[in-house]
């Protein structure tokens, strides 16, 4: 909204199967309606059927290179299916495992550990055992995120006396 330009009308077309994928449309669409911005929607058609997506990726911010850390990740599904669920960085395989899926919402925790420093990429994947029976839309299989790995904690301990410090050592 906010590259419309001030002496122009502000009109959004949304082009939409209406699934949310992020954020909440419910509170952009009142922010725009309460901007004077005027929407105007095309539904767009979809398939009626079995469905498993990634819906979201949970990392840390930040951790220290070497930490052990949890990636959360919640996937979607109609159907009650087997599925291989696996984390990628860089493009080579981190983890991956054999899940169960329930119809409905489905948490699952990867522990990871850092390799190196810098921002690192994290890619989550699920690949349902028969895609074609329970999978309508392989575009939404998978979802990336990024954390940022900092050198390993350091402490810096100043004393005249070796012995004062030794239990902190």
């Not at 930040?62 to 599904?77: I, K, P, R, Y």
């Amino acid at each position: 909204m906010a590259l419309f330009p001030s002496d122009a009308a502000r009109r959004l077309v949304i082009m939409s199967d209406g699934l949310e994928t992020l954020g909440s449309g419910l509170e952009a669409a009142r922010l725009a309606a309460a901007t004077g911005v005027q929407i105007d929607v095309v539904p767009l058609r979809r398939r009626e059927g079995a469905e498993i997506l990634v819906s979201e990726v949970r990392l840390p911010t930040a951790v220290n290179q070497g930490e052990l850390f949890d990636l959360g990740v919640t996937v979607e599904s109609k159907v009650a299916a087997p599925a291989t669920l696996t984390v990628l960085s860089a493009g080579q395989v981190i983890q991956s495992k054999v899940v169960d899926l329930q119809e409905g919402t489905n948490n699952f925790v990867v522990t990871l550990r850092t390799p190196r420093q810098g921002f690192i990429d994290f890619l989550v994947r699920v690949d349902p055992v028969n895609a074609a029976r329970n999978d309508t839309y392989y575009q939404n299989n998978e979802l990336a995120g990024f954390t940022e790995v900092t050198g390993p904690p350091r402490v810096l301990l100043v004393t005249q006396d070796e012995t004062e410090t030794a239990a902190l050592l």
